[in-house]
């Protein structure tokens, strides 16, 4: 008998050790995602301007968890700082931003792209 209260004793601390892990593990990814975006405020700052977008239409399309905008599904750009409202995917938007360098040997889902504005079409 003592060694089933035993044995349930120490069951039930590793359950709670297992829950305490999983609440800290939650509470570090709610950090990591606050100081990801607040970097992306500066989003691309280290590549330089290769050139800009005025007004240009594209749909929305999500890859993974990252969001892009195509253009007549010939160029897709990586805006770093689309808002929450666009990130949804097959909105028609209308843009207009930065259009950043891709580094050399670097292999990227979309070119990488700063926005100054975005609205729906």
């Given at each position: 008998?003592?060694?089933?209260?035993?044995?349930?004793?120490?069951?039930?601390?590793?359950?709670?050790?297992?829950?305490i892990n999983t609440e800290k593990i939650s509470e570090n990814e709610s950090v990591l995602k606050e100081t990801i975006s607040e970097l992306q405020k500066d989003c691309f700052a280290d590549?330089?301007?290769?050139?800009?977008?005025?007004?240009?239409?594209?749909?929305?399309?999500?890859?993974?968890?990252?969001?892009?905008?195509?253009?007549?599904?010939?160029?897709?750009y990586h805006p770093c700082n689309i808002p929450e409202e666009f990130k949804t995917e097959n909105l028609n938007v209308t843009f207009s931003g930065e259009i950043k360098e891709i580094f050399p040997h670097e292999r990227r889902a979309g070119t990488p792209f700063v926005l100054d504005k975005i609205s729906l079409n």
């Open positions: 008998m003592l060694k089933c209260i035993v044995v349930s004793f120490s069951l039930l601390s590793l359950m709670t050790c297992n829950r590549r330089k301007t290769t050139g800009t977008l005025s007004n240009v239409s594209g749909t929305t399309m999500k890859i993974g968890d990252q969001f892009y905008i195509n253009i007549m599904e010939t160029k897709r």
